[in-house]
């Protein structure tokens, strides 16, 4: 046990090491390890002074202060440590599977007040409403082993991005606009391909999926997805597709829009789905992890899209339409629309929607153990900063478990014992 502990340890140290690399300076070595050691030991808050507690606790005060100032004040990238965690952990990932799929996806973090960057009341995941919250946009390398965030950036409402004054405030650079979540995903696409990530299908929710635009984005990029789309969604039925332009009457421009009649029109993916005979869906099994062998009945047919097609003069290209419908549903619970090749079974299909599945197993973890939507701080770069920390912690652990044979989780990691009268700010005081 020792002697895997201290293996452990020292790749550990060697990662820290790789990190601070991308620093600037070598001072934040230092604080880039007590700051990965807070986040990966035990406790209930990873805010800046509880972990100082824990780390020093003879020096809490002066701890806090230099951990304060390197994620909050410091001007390292947070983008070039964020490549060098996943280039870390993908390292492990390929060696069991290649890379599945690329997982478009966002995390809300509640908030209280308006003054942290980017808190704006917008519909936030975690609680499943609209509420008081920030809201992070990730992309993520998958496989059937796991997973691991490549690309992290704060979505900046309209209500921030064009307010001079709390732009100032919380620090936001000139150069960041308002940009749809959508927008902020293929940047961030864009960016890890000029990296030589290797390529993999898009997998994003109905978030992204149900904007054409991004759609259309990633085939421009010769780029392959699978992603939700709403039952509203409208496509022609397999087999056909808009009218032809008008035919010409021989004076001036010849039409060269298409059509749709009373008679010819495209119809609802829910519609499309209920037309289907129960022959149409198949039982399909998939692996997901430690939740078991999980499976439902499915269908895919290939129909073309309908999205503003009356403005284009050639119909949108065939691609699959897969449904969920689950035994005994009065409807479906899902669809998706994919690019993938027409010889895709349906099997293949299914399994590259449902590795969806980690990403929200890994912002939990992120969350609840590592401590992504605890920090305090209300500017820009602390925000980008503790975030890419808590994905370097967590890309460390991802890293490890995915070894042939895996010590326990940061087994070597302790905490230091807590002063018997230390209280974090905040907390509630004791009778």
Not at 21 to 31: I, K, S, T
Not at 153 to 177: C, I, N, Q, T
Not at 180 to 190: G, M, Q, R, T, V
Request: hydrophobic content about 40%; glycine content about 6%.
């Amino acid at each position: 046990m020792a002697h895997a502990d201290e293996s452990e340890s020292e790749r550990f140290a060697s990662y820290v090491e790789r990190l601070s690399a991308v620093l600037g300076h070598a001072d934040r070595r230092e604080p880039l390890r007590q700051y990965l050691t807070g986040l990966l030991l035990p406790g209930e808050r990873k805010s800046v002074e509880p972990m100082a507690a824990k780390i020093d606790p003879a020096h809490v005060q002066a701890r806090h202060q230099s951990l304060h100032h390197f994620v909050a004040n410091a001007p390292w990238e947070a983008e070039a440590l964020l490549r060098v965690a996943s280039d870390y952990a993908l390292a492990q990932l390929e060696r069991h599977a290649p890379v599945a799929a690329w997982v478009v996806d966002d995390t809300g973090m509640p908030k209280q007040g308006r003054h942290s960057v980017g808190v704006a009341r917008q519909y936030c995941g975690v609680l499943g409403k609209q509420a008081n919250c920030q809201v992070a946009v990730s992309v993520s390398l998958v496989n059937e082993v796991l997973s691991v965030p490549c690309a992290y950036r704060l979505y900046l409402p309209e209500s921030w991005a064009h307010d001079a004054d709390r732009r100032a405030a919380a620090g936001v650079p000139p150069e960041v606009r308002f940009q749809k979540k959508w927008e902020i995903a293929l940047d961030a696409i864009d960016s890890l391909r000029a990296e030589g990530l290797p390529p993999a299908p898009v997998v994003a929710d109905a978030g992204y999926g149900v904007a054409s635009e991004f759609r259309e984005a990633l085939t421009r990029r010769g780029l392959v997805y699978a992603v939700a789309v709403t039952e509203e969604t409208s496509v022609w039925p397999p087999g056909e597709q808009p009218l032809p332009p008008e035919p010409g009457s021989g004076r001036g421009r010849a039409p060269t829009r298409l059509r749709r009649t009373e008679e010819h029109h495209p119809v609802s993916v829910r519609e499309l789905a209920g037309a289907l005979p129960a022959e149409g869906y198949e039982t399909v099994r998939w692996r997901e992890g430690t939740r078991g062998r999980m499976a439902s009945r499915f269908a895919a047919v290939r129909v073309r899209p309908a999205h503003r097609d009356t403005l284009r003069s050639t119909p949108h290209p065939v691609e699959w339409l897969l449904i969920e419908w689950p035994a005994g549903q009065k409807k479906p619970s899902h669809y998706w629309l994919s690019t993938a090749a027409e010889s895709a079974a349906l099997e293949d299909l299914v399994r590259v929607v449902q590795v969806r599945w980690r990403i929200e197993r890994d912002f939990q973890e992120l969350k609840d153990e590592i401590g992504l939507d605890h920090y305090e701080g209300r500017g820009w770069r602390g925000f980008h900063h503790h975030g890419v920390l808590c994905i370097a912690a967590y890309a460390f652990l991802a890293a490890e478990r995915a070894r042939l044979s895996p010590p326990l989780p940061v087994s070597f990691l302790q905490p230091a014992p807590l002063p018997a009268a230390f209280q974090p700010r905040g907390a509630p005081s004791t009778p």
